[in-house]
């Protein structure tokens, strides 16, 4: 299937390095975060989820669940997770789907329906297992992004961008480039500028549509 924004993203039920997990009844009343990758024990990926294991906090104060998926099984995953706490200083303390019969990877649209893992198989035989799927408690996909194998992600800029979206939801505004939390917000140009200015106060108008006003 394809997933777009606003779609409800599929639920599965599937093995993890903490037991078995149904998705939606896991992610529950939260916001989640689903970040896959092709295969364990591989460079780039482990310093990826070491840098996820070291923002256990800043997922925590977000409300934000993350779970991993890799193509491999959960003893691998297990095994793995001594790798990612040396390489990162942090417990793996999300969960890690097993997905090596490749089904959540063709949920999520990442693989064609006919792919399969050969023998003796390396990270590009799956190399499109490489996206990151922020979905909101309505289990609606809210922001989805895919890298090659060779760049690693930049959870910092998860991080802002999870911001950004439970920003706008709330107070259902939007953001503009580079934005972080305590900069001005933009006013969506359906608020006219009355409601806006009863809504928000003053407001400054940089152009006829584009109207910025910081958060009270």
């Known amino acids: ?15 993890s390095s903490q037991g078995p997990i149904s ?11 689903l970040f896959s990758h092709p295969k ?12 996820v294991a070291q923002l256990s906090a800043e997922w925590e104060k977000r409300g934000t669940k993350v779970i ?7 003893e691998d995953h297990k095994r793995w997770a001594d790798d990612i706490k040396t390489y990162g200083g942090s417990e793996v303390g999300f969960p890690i ?10 949920l999520f649209d990442m693989l064609p329906e006919d792919a399969y893992l050969p023998d003796g198989r390396t990270p590009a035989d799956s ?3 490489r996206s990151v799927f922020i979905i909101g408690p309505d289990k609606q996909l809210k922001l989805s992004m895919t890298y090659p194998m060779t760049v690693g992600r930049n959870f910092a800029e ?15 505004v939007a953001t503009p480039a580079d934005w972080t939390v305590g900069q001005d917000v933009i006013i969506p140009p359906s608020v006219s500028n009355e409601s806006a200015k009863e809504k928000y106060g003053e ?3 940089i152009l006829p549509y584009l109207r910025k006003t910081p958060l009270r």
């Open 97 to 106: 789907i097993a997905d090596n019969d490749l089904k959540v990877s063709k």
């Open 40 to 51: 364990d024990f591989t460079p780039v990926c482990t310093t990826e989820f070491g840098a």
């Open 127 to 129: 190399a499109t297992v």
């Open 158 to 172: 998860i991080l802002r961008a999870l911001d950004a979206l439970q920003t706008t939801v709330k107070h259902g």
């Open 1 to 15: 299937m394809s997933l777009r924004i606003n779609a409800v993203v599929p639920d599965f039920k599937a093995d």
């Open 203 to 205: 407001y400054e108008t």
């Open 23 to 33: 998705f939606h009844e896991w992610i529950g009343d939260s916001w989640a975060i």
């Open 68 to 74: 991993g998926v890799s193509v491999d099984g959960v």
